[in-house]
């Protein structure tokens, strides 16, 4: 059974960083396209950051610059670094893992940007 297990987020205030991780299990973390997507109130889940089994890394046009996205194949875990954030990035976070054959989600978890 695929888990995706969130962690990290929290409330901050602009210009601040937070660091998100995700521990997987029930999957052969190594050979999966991980990301993260997030989902602000009102609008529709959107791509943050994704990391392919040979490290190439995509990144959304608005966070690019403030955010990186990395993995530890050996700890089966994504990590999303998340600096300069601002009240736009406040949102449910989601981890993902997909291949050709599986698209699992985790649970999210919350960030909120505020003074």
């Known amino acids: 059974q695929v888990q995706l297990v969130e962690s990290g987020g929290g409330l901050v205030q602009p210009g601040g960083s937070l660091r998100l991780s995700c521990a997987a299990s029930?999957?052969?973390?190594?050979?999966?396209?991980m990301g993260w997507y997030r989902q602000a109130p009102g609008k529709q889940r959107e791509l943050v950051a994704t990391?392919?089994?040979?490290?190439?890394?995509n990144y959304a046009d608005s966070v690019k610059g403030r955010f990186t996205i990395s993995r530890d194949n050996a700890k089966n875990t994504v990590y999303l670094q998340m600096n300069s954030l601002t009240p736009e990035d406040t949102a449910v976070y989601y981890c993902?893992?997909?291949?050709?054959?599986?698209?699992?989600w985790g649970q999210g978890t919350q960030v909120t940007v505020s003074s």
């Open positions: 993902n893992a997909r291949n050709s054959f599986r698209n699992s």
């Open positions: 029930g999957i052969r973390f190594s050979v999966y396209i």
């Open positions: 990391i392919t089994p040979s490290d190439i890394t």
